[in-house]
């Protein structure tokens, strides 16, 4: 196996399957030119009757053995993941600080990627109860999931594992409720239009009252809208800054909504750890490697 990452996407086109582009969640990555030499990941759908739920599995695999541990990095972002790895199985809500997980040794896994909206459905009760925390996979799933996780943790292709954990979610068959829909759709505004930067905007949008939107995020998304157009933005202006290196930062702010570009900046800083130089800096530097090797 080498570690030089494979970044692929194995959703296929389905009548029923609402890709993860589709309401572009971001992916967060940071240093995306260093993680590229660090493990592997690929994207895969989930089964039909979870499609209205779930956004995507993704596998992610590392060997690493021999090289020094790496600190990767994720930016905050509106989604529920729920994670089978050995000794870091768990659901995760959706978070306002960077995500930071250690890499050693050689480990493969599997993360499943809700839309931000639809989770309440299995957590039953207020995905603002789980914001900025994990919880263990048997408080929301039951015994069944540590023989998921296991499962994962020692298939032999990427195919037994989405298998392993589709069949977990369908187990006990929820629906999506209106007002989860509603709230979903609500996220899709944020992440389908960028000029969305306020509440009221967002309200115009849906139709619904602040009051209502205010209610709904923190039923079913888990956090206020403010915050969620705030993650949305921030993340469009990491992707810009990853792609194009330094940017017009005054007029970056600008076309985020924001008043001037020192809050902005200061905003980016928060949310990401670091200085928008300091990000497009990173993002597009990849360290030198050692020649790959097989191992065994």
Request: one cysteine or more; a positive charge.
């Amino acid at each position: 196996m080498t570690t030089t990452t494979s970044w692929t996407n194995a959703t296929t086109e389905r009548d029923n399957y609402c890709g993860p582009v589709a309401h572009r969640i971001p992916r967060g990555i940071v240093a995306e030119a260093t993680a590229r030499t660090m493990f592997t990941l690929t994207r895969h759908p989930p089964a039909p009757e979870l499609a209205d739920f779930v956004d995507y599995h993704w596998v992610l695999r590392w060997d690493l053995r021999g090289k020094p541990p790496h600190e990767q990095r994720v930016l905050p972002n509106l989604a529920v993941n729920v994670t089978f790895f050995l000794g870091a199985s768990g659901v995760y809500g959706p978070g306002r600080d960077v995500f930071s997980y250690r890499l050693e040794g050689r480990v493969q896994g599997l993360g499943v990627r809700f839309r931000p909206g639809c989770f309440r459905a299995f957590l039953g009760r207020p995905v603002r109860d789980i914001a900025d925390r994990a919880v263990p996979l048997t408080d929301v799933f039951g015994p069944a999931a540590l023989q998921a996780a296991e499962s994962v943790c020692t298939a032999a292709g990427d195919a037994q594992m989405v298998s392993s954990i589709d069949n977990l979610l369908s187990a006990n068959p929820v629906t999506l409720s209106p007002a989860a829909r509603q709230a979903a759709e609500a996220v899709e505004s944020i992440a389908r239009d960028p000029g969305i930067t306020r509440v009221a905007q967002l309200c115009a949008d849906t139709g619904l009252t602040t009051r209502s939107v205010q209610r709904l995020f923190a039923e079913h998304v888990g956090c206020p809208p403010k915050w969620a157009i705030r993650i949305y933005r921030l993340n469009d202006a990491a992707q810009q800054l990853a792609s194009e290196g330094r940017a017009d930062y005054a007029g970056l702010a600008v076309r985020l909504g924001y008043s001037d570009q020192s809050h902005f900046i200061r905003d980016f800083r928060t949310v990401t750890g670091q200085s928008p130089a300091e990000y497009a800096r990173t993002a597009r530097t990849a360290p030198e490697r050692e020649p790959d090797r097989d191992r065994t």
